[in-house]
């Protein structure tokens, strides 16, 4: 673990190994936190707010600039991309992008530091003024997902520290090493210590106490709905501050006037993307009939280009472009999916199994084929449940009426995207499709500068963009009357 700005191990002997999916080998091994570390972990993010929440906004930008400059270093980023790689699955170069990323979220905040203000009122009739006035909240929780743990964890943690908050972090047991390494790097590029401390372990029972500590002011969660929901509940129970974002079926809509090839390559880089491991990744595809053929056809070509393998030899001679599922769990749920489709009479048209590594360093990895099933019924657990994984959905639609209803047909409200040339139509999308985001003749392209953020089951608050920097700050109404 990570606490008071040095490394941490729990007195406690049990560990949580790391496994590398692309292979099955044990990578390392992890504390597993017991209470009495995560109550250290929350005196040290509480005794650093003192000076912390002290210094100015330009002061805290200074010192996140430095830790923008740290990871900039090619040394420092190709570490921690072959970190990620290792545990997490994904291709090295996805990796490295994920890391940049990061570094676009600091500098974006970082170039905020220097702007932001309170609201100025006023009112002659009466000869008052009024103001407002912003004070961070103390002590912040993240609980991060194992999908995209260093981009998630900056969302969750630049806009905290900015405004004067310290950030406590549970990254998930999968993929633990990169957050770990990343905290290490923001120490020595000069935050103070106690201000960003990691524990790791068990997510229900550290989060439960996170929930209860009356030194905790806000938790942002990232993951499933089922456990959004109690950890929701537990905060609840102390009128505790939290932002969920819980996971997505992102619907896709193909008008018939839509140029195909290019949409048919977009769509299938942005689904196997991650091996297809991305909350806002298009999981349900709803093409109008009469390019449908035409679609299927681009589609399967793209697929057929893709290579899987281990995410190191992406650039290498067999030119790899997705990585395994990132646990065994993964791989399990994809052979359940698939095994689904076919009892329903859907049509799996390419993929559908585990690829044959037998005899080689791969044969225990969690890998499974970019998997394009086709007239799935509207019943379908693959058109209900969020498919975490490279199985693309594609159902033919008479109409854009008929795409919208068969789109907003979903618990989740993640993203959506329209693809299409027709002003009316693109209107017609933003307007009526039901999720927190809508993208047109695009999916899956995020800025730091916009809100990220669902409705319905995918939860409710919003990261990024200038506006969430009011969600790490208490705000006070002062009424000045002479």
């Known amino acids: 673990m990570f606490i008071g700005g040095e490394k941490y191990t729990s007195s406690h002997p049990e560990r949580i190994d790391v496994i590398n999916p692309a292979t099955g080998a044990l990578i390392e091994s992890v504390s597993s936190a017991v209470p009495d570390d995560v109550e250290k972990a929350i005196e040290s993010c509480a005794f650093a707010f003192e000076s912390w929440s002290q210094k100015s906004y330009a002061e805290r930008g200074a010192v996140l600039s430095q830790i923008s400059a740290a990871l900039k270093e090619k040394k420092c980023l190709e570490k921690l991309a072959a970190t990620l790689t290792k545990e997490q699955g994904k291709p090295l170069t996805e990796a490295r992008r994920e890391i940049q990323g990061v570094i676009g979220v600091i500098d974006y905040f970082t170039g905020l530091s220097s702007s932001f203000h309170t609201d100025f009122f006023e009112n002659k009739s009466n000869q008052s003024y009024s103001f407002t006035t912003k004070a961070p909240f103390g002590v912040c929780a993240a609980v991060l997902p194992w999908n995209m743990p260093a981009l998630i964890l900056s969302w969750q943690m630049i806009p905290a520290l900015l405004t004067g908050n310290t950030c406590l972090v549970k990254p998930s047991s ?66 505790k501050r939290v932002t969920l974002e819980l996971g997505g079926s992102d619907a896709m809509i193909v008008c018939d006037d839509a140029d195909v090839g290019s949409c048919a390559a977009k769509a299938v880089s942005a689904r196997f993307f991650n091996a297809g491991q991305a909350c806002i990744s298009p999981k349900r595809i709803f093409v109008f009939e009469s390019i449908f053929d035409d679609f299927i056809q681009s589609v399967s070509e793209e697929v057929s280009k893709i290579k899987i393998g281990d995410g190191f030899f992406e650039n290498g001679a067999g030119g790899f472009a997705m990585g395994p599922l990132s646990s065994a769990e993964g791989q399990k749920q994809m052979i359940e999916f698939v095994e689904s489709a076919k009892s329903e009479g859907s049509k799996i048209l390419i993929g559908g199994k585990v690829p044959d590594f037998n005899k080689t360093p791969l044969e225990n990895g969690f890998f499974f084929e970019p998997t394009v099933i086709t007239n799935v019924p509207p019943s379908s657990r693959l058109l209900k449940e969020e498919v975490f994984g490279p199985i693309m959905v594609i159902n033919p639609v008479k109409n854009l009426d008929e795409a919208i209803a068969a789109a907003n047909n979903s618990d989740f409200g993640l993203g959506a995207s329209i693809w299409t040339n027709n002003l009316n139509r693109a209107k017609r999308g933003a307007e009526e499709l039901k999720a927190g985001i809508v993208w047109v003749n695009q999916h899956a392209k995020v800025l730091p500068e916009l809100p990220f953020g669902g409705v319905k089951e995918s939860g409710f608050g919003r990261e990024n963009g200038y506006e969430t920097l009011n969600d790490y700050l208490e705000t006070k109404t002062v009424i000045f009357k002479f």
């Open 174 to 239: 999968i993929c633990p090493l990169t957050v770990l390494e990343l905290a290490a790097v923001f120490h020595e590029a000069g935050l103070p210590a106690g201000v960003f401390n990691v524990v790791t372990g068990s997510g229900d029972k550290i989060g439960k106490q996170l929930a209860a500590s009356p030194k905790i002011q806000k938790i942002s969660f990232t993951g499933s709905v089922s456990a959004g929901r109690n950890l929701h509940a537990e905060a609840a129970k102390f009128n």
